[in-house]
């Protein structure tokens, strides 16, 4: 992986014994590949399904059967590329990259080399309230292995080839990011992108997003230094605890006196440490051929044309949108199209309506609970077209903030039509000044020395308000109790 300029001057330097040290990060993320079947045969990319349930002839390796490529995942691939803003080739070919594993039956694994489906691109994150970039370096096409199971017997392990032949993604950053912050943000960034475009649902629990991580460090402004790539870490925050540990691994040895091995490790998360896994394969290892049974992909402008017309609105389209249209802040516009569910929720909430207090009960009251009580938004109680309802009677000053905190808990947890439920509980903000100036003169009649003391510290009138408001058993409007008070009170 090359080093590019778009790589920002770094603030995240690690301090060792002999003065400050830079981390330089690059990731190879492997995102399966949204399809019914896999990418050279026509089996079942079901997830959970018993064990070897799910192979055909082709992805067990048996003798003549060759591989036929399927269409769709090769429009993903394009759509993926489209989506990174990278360069599409429209000449690509499969190789074949020679190793040997029991659950790899081929002896091989089809992948692509010097001529990936997908050149250079870049995705945007925002990390500590600054945007950067980070360069992609290629995407290529490529099968997965099988799963080799070691703890059903004693004595044996088992191979489960339900995985072997299903299309993998593998999406190769620059060495662009400087800290564990800005991998993470980066991870999170492209699992959004791929859902947005469905080109993966890119579930990191069932191992379809996972990331070999390259970590090396130097003295600011030195040339590279060695890397070490720790395998397959399949969770954001282990891919951050992993970058720190290796850093820091690395930083100890090199002030000891001691060189870096080029090698691949593994993170193990329990113990807070990267140990070593096997020496770092070269390209040469692998012994890369173009596979004699597939012929180059070759597609058209047209084609690519037609599959860029349909992409769907990207999250740094949506989140400019939703700042425009709504007028959002750039935090909680991040926070509404992290997941492509959660920004189509709020847009029908918001549509029609004011985008700022939409947005404030769709973050604050409908995330705050979905995360309470571990929900998806697609599992919410609570319809957009309810909450929409909730937000129309608060703007409408039928009913008080407070009101709407109990009207949401009743939609919650029985459902029903928000207006019907104020109207027939008798929910109503209370806005009749005659009933208002009543409770205020009672409040302010019972309690004469209160009143000398709000006269010489106006600031104590929000305990006339809360007087007043508990009177009205919270229905009174807030402004009007407000007003009336410093009328009466003469403040």
């Known amino acids: 992986m090359q080093e590019t300029a778009k790589a920002s001057k770094s603030k995240n ?3 060792g014994a002999t003065g400050s040290w830079e981390v330089i990060v690059g990731l190879e993320v492997h995102a399966q590949v949204a399809s019914q079947s896999k990418l050279f045969s026509g089996a079942s990319t079901a997830f ?17 059967m060759l591989p036929v490529i399927n269409s769709e995942c090769i429009a993903q691939a394009v759509r993926t590329g489209l989506g990174l803003n990278a360069k599409i080739n429209l000449r690509s070919v499969f190789d074949r990259k020679n190793y040997f594993y029991p659950d790899l039956p081929q002896g091989y694994q089809i992948s692509q080399y010097q001529q990936p489906i997908v050149g250079e691109g870049e995705v945007e994150i925002d990390v500590d309230g600054e945007t950067m970039t980070v360069g992609i370096e290629r995407l290529h096409l490529e099968q997965d292995a099988g799963k080799s199971v070691h703890d059903q017997h004693p004595d ?40 947005y475009l469905g080109t993966s649902d890119a579930d ?36 951050g605890q992993a970058i720190e540990v290796e850093a820091r691994r690395q930083i100890d040895i090199i002030e000891a006196g001691g060189a870096i091995d080029q090698e ?3 993170f193990d ?7 070593s896994m096997r020496s770092k394969e070269e390209a040469h290892d692998y012994r890369y051929f173009p596979d004699p049974d597939l012929l180059p992909l070759e597609l058209s402008m047209e084609y690519v044309g037609e599959l ?15 700042m425009q249209e709504f007028g959002l802040s750039d935090y909680d516009a991040n926070v509404l199209v992290a997941e492509r569910e959660s920004a189509d929720y709020f847009e029908a909430v918001a549509q029609g309506r004011d985008g700022k207090l939409a947005a404030n009960w769709v973050i604050n009251e409908l995330f705050g609970r979905l995360n309470k009580e571990g929900k998806s938004i697609e599992a919410s109680p609570m319809s957009a077209q309810q909450l929409g309802a909730i937000v129309d009677l608060i703007a409408s000053s039928t009913i008080s903030g407070k009101i709407a905190k109990d009207l949401f808990e009743i939609v919650w947890t029985e459902g029903g039509d928000p207006a019907e439920i104020v109207e027939k509980r ?9 009933a208002i100036e009543k409770a205020v003169d009672e409040i302010i009649a019972a309690n004469p020395d209160k009143v000398e003391q709000v006269k010489a510290k106006p600031s104590m009138l929000g305990w006339f308000v809360g007087q007043v408001m508990k009177a009205s058993g919270g229905k009174a409007n807030p402004q009007a109790v407000n007003d009336i008070l410093k009328t009466k009170l003469g403040i």
Do not use: W
Request: net charge positive; aromatic share 4%; hydrophobic share 35%.
């Open 269 to 275: 998360p329990g113990k807070g440490e990267t140990r």
């Open 308 to 322: 860029e017309k349909d992409l769907p609105e990207l999250p740094d389209a949506k989140k400019q949108r939703f």
């Open 13 to 15: 330097l690690i301090e």
């Open 264 to 266: 691949t490790r593994l």
């Open 426 to 434: 008798g929910m109503k903000q209370v806005t009749d000044t005659g």
């Open 156 to 195: 044996y392990s088992y191979v489960d080839l339900n995985r072997s032949g299903v299309a993998l993604m593998e999406i190769v950053s620059k060495p662009d990011m400087r800290s564990s912050k800005q991998a993470q943000a980066y991870v999170s960034k492209l699992r959004t992108i791929l859902r």
């Open 204 to 239: 990191m629990e069932k191992g379809n997003l996972r990331a070999d991580v390259n970590v090396s460090v130097r003295k600011p402004g030195d040339k590279l230094g060695t890397r070490c790539e720790i395998k397959n870490v399949n969770s954001i925050r282990f891919i």
């Open 48 to 64: 959970g399904a018993d064990p070897n349930s799910h192979v055909s002839l082709v992805d067990a390796a048996m003798p003549g």
